[in-house]
């Protein structure tokens, strides 16, 4: 058989993807699977068992993070993929599960064509990736790169007042700091889009240059609270202000053009009566954009913007940057290795850059990284409605596989 035809057993990938949704399903056919819960509990048991009858090793480190082997021919630092198998409350069954299951069947069909590699491929678990129970999110592959402490991730409380470190401990999943993902050879995540991007340009399958930066403000206008016959002339009106400013985020992101985002997505008006010019409103603001130079360039336009808006109303303005996650670009020869992948393979696809942060972010600090997408149908995901097709899933396991078996094939 050459190479190159190797193909997935879609039947057997989607029936995995099914049992494992079984565990958390919702009533409108969604998964609740919170981290560190009696239902992770149960997939990281099926999962562990499905390792086991493929031959696999498997290893828990002190996050929990599960690492499935299976071994190579020669002494060589493994091709690493994986994802995350908990979910948000009512989330869909693709999101992170595909990521695992995915190259689950990988290794199946390998064995089942008796093929051998020179590096051992390993599929990570990774621990509480949504942050939906334990914030932040991605807080177990953030801790594999060193961004946060062992302490500081064991003393995460969820809202009952139950710590990461205790959760791990209960569900039976809390093992070794030596048995963390470290050292792999390159790591590919597959995930689904949860953008439309894939779904408005009709292809199956996305090759992820990066992770896009995020800039969160709060910004606080202060103006004066007065009576509504006030005359238009005497008015400091805090909301009238930041009506302008909320209306220039938007034109700030649609001028910068080039997928950049802008939105205000909180607002709190005070007093907030019918009849009283409002003294106070303090609002958030969010921009994204795949480079921090442009970043940077947009909130140097917020400033401005404030500073007009300041003179023009007479009120106060101030505004602190909340949060940066700066973007991660790719390794180039591992993106680069997915998309010959696409090209050999005849899965048509495109580089893009992911909106949402992944584990993947953070495996870039570890090794050389990269991300492979499967079209979402609107772009719709962290929901019940989140949908991949069937064909487009397989489409995106067997890029996945073509570009593990090249990382996997090399000296
Ligand atoms: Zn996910």
Redesign the pocket.
Known sequence: MNFHDLRVNADRLHASIEEMAQIGVTNNGGVTRLALSEEDRRARDLLKQWMIDAGMSVKIDDFGNMTGRREGTAPLAPAMTG??LDSVRRGGKW??ALGVLGPLEIVRLLNEHDIQTARPIEIVNFTS??GSRFEPAMIASGAVAGVFSREFVHSRVDQNGVSFGDALQQIGYAGEAENRPLHAAAFIEL?NEQNPLLDDADLPVGIVEGIRGITWWNVAVTGESDNGPTPMTHRRDALAAAAEIVVGVREIAQQTGDGATGLVGRLRNEPDLVNVIPSKVVFSVDFRHQELRVIDQMIGQLHELIDTVKERHGVEIEAEQLWLSEPTPFDSTVVQAVEDACQSSGIPAMRLWSGPG?DAKYMQAVCPSAMIFVRSHRGKSHSEDEFSAPDDVEASVNALLHSVLAIASQP
């Open positions: 994802s995350h999101d992170g990736e949504e995930h992944h």
